[in-house]
């Protein structure tokens, strides 16, 4: 079903859904005879929100060559070395941000994201998790039962992004007169054009100088191109519900051109490097995606990291 301005979802549908898949990667990830990360949370949250299909992969009891189409460069298998070097890239963003002496963290639609329960954080940080309330209520009460315990201050802002969510932030005791470290990671993408400028304007309001924010930004498509990575889609999903995931990922992002991250900051007084996946995928010596109209988004996305002046 294709997205509207007020739809709704859990964390097994629509759009919530990606949250969960993306925690399955992690999982998978985590268990690699090399791992470039260590999310002990995330098989346990995709258990327990119950999409047998994100279960049973993120378990490894279904395989990349049993659900993905081979006739497609857009293919599910790729999803844990791409989310691998994706969560990294976010995790050293934090790292840096923390050594430069920022106390203060925002996650941005924060879903399965368990980076509150396994960083290691320095005295006096306080993280600020902005989600729709269901999704919030559900991870703490699922961490909870795992007997994790957040290893920084956590504020769960139960807030939809389409709502004030600056006013909820501040409630929570969020303080605009200090730096902040922000991340958008797997966001951007789903938000329509005007919405994603809306969101970068109100980080930027409540951004004191030497702010950073880290973004994975998805690139504009000609209308051909767009068209053809959403067929890609439309096929390689066709095998996953063959399998009992019922999920129609081309229909969950927004059409229309949109502006750059980096331009976008630069002009409100921020200035950002940027790393496609495709670079990370490299620098870290895993496959990078091969070239296409139907894989463009994924090998060009581009991760930025801006800091306020």
Do not use: C
């Not at 924010?213 to 999903?237: C, F, I, K, W, Y």
């Amino acid at each position: 079903m294709a997205r509207t301005d007020n739809d709704t979802w859990d964390l097994a549908t629509s759009v919530g859904a990606t949250a969960t898949l993306v925690a399955a990667a992690r999982a998978i990830a985590t268990k690699a005879d090399d791992p470039l990360i260590d999310d002990r949370f995330a098989e346990p949250l995709v258990r327990a929100v119950g999409v047998d299909f994100l279960t049973r992969w993120a378990a490894g009891d279904l395989a990349g060559s049993d659900i993905d189409d081979h006739d497609s460069s857009w293919k599910l298998g790729q999803m844990p070395d791409a989310m691998a070097v994706r969560t990294r890239f976010f995790d050293g963003f934090f790292a840096d941000a923390t050594r430069a002496g920022i106390r203060q963290a925002v996650i941005l639609a924060s879903g399965l994201d368990a980076r509150a329960y396994r960083l290691t954080w320095p005295a006096g940080m306080t993280v600020f998790e902005i989600d729709q309330p269901e999704v919030l209520a559900f991870k703490t009460a699922t961490m909870d039962e795992l007997g994790a315990v957040p290893t920084v201050d956590r504020r769960a802002v139960a807030v939809d992004l389409r709502d004030d969510w600056p006013a909820a932030l501040t409630a929570a005791g969020f303080d605009r007169s200090r730096p902040t470290a922000w991340i958008a990671e797997g966001l951007l993408g789903y938000l329509p054009p005007e919405a994603q400028d809306r969101l970068l304007d109100n980080i930027g309001a409540l951004s004191a100088a030497g702010s950073r924010l880290g973004t994975e930004a998805v690139p504009n498509l000609s209308e051909d191109a767009h068209e053809q990575a959403r067929e890609a889609m439309r096929s390689a999903t066709e095998k996953w519900q063959s399998h009992g995931f019922d999920l129609e990922f081309s229909e969950l992002g927004y059409l229309g051109e949109r502006n750059d991250v980096a331009d976008y900051l630069s002009t409100r007084g921020w200035v950002s490097t940027g790393q496609t996946m495709t670079e990370l995928l490299d620098r870290h010596g895993r496959p990078t995606p091969n070239r296409g109209a139907d894989s463009a988004s994924v090998a060009d996305t581009t991760y930025y990291t801006s800091v306020k002046g």
